[in-house]
C-alpha cells in the first residue's frame, strides 16, 4: 500500500472511531479505565410512574450489549490508528503477509487477510 491509501484508510478509521464515541456518548459514559459504562436510569424518589421506571430499565438492558458492541469496535479502530503511527499497518495477524487494500477499503480495521479471516 502507499502512503495515500494509508492516509485515506486513517481518515476512515478516524471518523468512524468519532462516530462511535459520539453514538457512545449519547448513553454511556467514559470510565477511568478508557472504556464505556452504560448510565443506569436516574431513579428520583418522588417519581412514582412505574412504566416509565420500567422503560428506562428497559432500554438500560438494551443499550449493555449495544455498548460493548460498540466498544469493541472502538477498541480494534483504536488498535489499527496505533498500527499506522507505529508502521505496522496492513499486516495479516496469523501469516505476517499484507492485507489487501480492497479487504481495508472494505473493513479498514481488518487484522487479519482474507485467507485468515474467520
Given at each position: 500500500?502507499?502512503?495515500?491509501?494509508?492516509?485515506?484508510?486513517?481518515?476512515?478509521?478516524?471518523?468512524?472511531?468519532?462516530?462511535?464515541?459520539?453514538?457512545?456518548?449519547e448513553?454511556?459514559?467514559?470510565?477511568?479505565?478508557?472504556?464505556?459504562?452504560?448510565?443506569?436510569?436516574?431513579?428520583?424518589?418522588?417519581?412514582?410512574?412505574?412504566?416509565?421506571?420500567?422503560?428506562?430499565?428497559?432500554?438500560?438492558l438494551v443499550?449493555?450489549?449495544l455498548?460493548?458492541?460498540?466498544?469493541?469496535?472502538?477498541?480494534?479502530?483504536?488498535?489499527?490508528?496505533?498500527?499506522?503511527?507505529?508502521?505496522?499497518?496492513?499486516?495479516?495477524?496469523?501469516?505476517?503477509?499484507?492485507?489487501?487494500y480492497?479487504?481495508?477499503?472494505?473493513?479498514?480495521?481488518?487484522r487479519?487477510?482474507?485467507?485468515h479471516?474467520?
Amino acid at each position: 500500500m502507499d502512503k495515500n491509501q494509508i492516509e485515506e484508510l486513517k481518515n476512515i478509521l478516524i471518523k468512524e472511531r468519532d462516530e462511535i464515541e459520539k453514538e457512545l456518548s449519547e448513553f454511556a459514559q467514559k470510565d477511568k479505565k478508557e472504556g464505556w459504562t452504560p448510565k443506569y436510569p436516574d431513579f428520583k424518589a418522588d417519581v412514582f410512574e412505574k412504566d416509565e421506571e420500567a422503560d428506562e430499565v428497559e432500554d438500560f438492558l438494551v443499550e449493555v450489549p449495544l455498548e460493548h458492541s460498540l466498544e469493541s469496535r472502538l477498541k480494534d479502530i483504536n488498535d489499527a490508528l496505533e498500527k499506522i503511527e507505529k508502521g505496522e499497518y496492513g499486516k495479516c495477524e496469523e501469516c505476517g503477509e499484507e492485507i489487501s487494500y480492497e479487504r481495508l477499503k472494505a473493513n479498514p480495521e481488518a487484522r487479519t487477510c482474507i485467507n485468515h479471516a474467520s
